[in-house]
C-alpha cells in the first residue's frame, strides 16, 4: 500500500516562508495571489492487508514522527497497491 | 481559486531525507514498511476567472519558483472556491 501524507502548519500559525514566495511570485508580476502556505508532502510504501489496521499504523507515525502535534496538523490518504 | 501543488525528487534520485525517516520508522517496530520518500506541499490561493490561463500561471511559478526542474518533479490541482 502507498500512503500519501501532508503535513502543514496550522492555520492559526504564521508561515514566514509562504510569505516570501508570495513576495517573491507578486514581484514576478503574474496573477492576483493573495496566499501561500508551504508544507510537508510525504509518499510512504507498506504492506498491509488490513486497511483499518493501515490506517492506524500510518496515523502513529505521523503523530509520533512526521509532524509536531503542536504546530502542525495531517491528512493522509491510503491508496492500495498491488 | 486554490493550487495545492507537489514537489517531489525525481524517481531517479536519492533521498536520504526518507532514508532517515524510513529508518526511524522501522525502529519504531510498527508495520512493515519499504520506502519513505519526502516532498515539498505548497497551497496557493489566487483569483483568475479563467481555469486556463490559472494553469498557466500556476505552471509557470512551479517552474520558475517553486521546483527544480534538473532534481525535481512538480504536480498540482486547481480548486474552484467562490
Do not use: W
Not at 508561515?15 to 513576495?23: E, I, R
Not at 488490513?50 to 493522509?76: G, R, T, W
Amino acid at each position: 500500500m502507498k500512503a500519501k501524507i501532508k503535513v502543514m502548519l496550522k492555520k492559526s500559525i504564521l508561515d514566514p516562508q509562504g510569505k516570501t514566495v508570495l513576495h517573491a511570485i507578486q514581484d514576478m508580476n503574474i496573477g492576483n495571489f493573495s496566499d501561500v502556505r508551504i508544507g510537508k508532502y510525504i509518499e510512504v510504501s507498506f504492506n498491509n492487508s488490513n486497511l483499518d489496521s493501515a490506517k492506524s499504523e500510518i496515523d502513529d507515525i505521523c503523530k509520533k514522527l512526521l509532524s509536531n502535534p503542536v504546530m502542525e496538523d495531517y491528512d493522509f490518504e491510503i491508496e492500495e497497491i498491488n
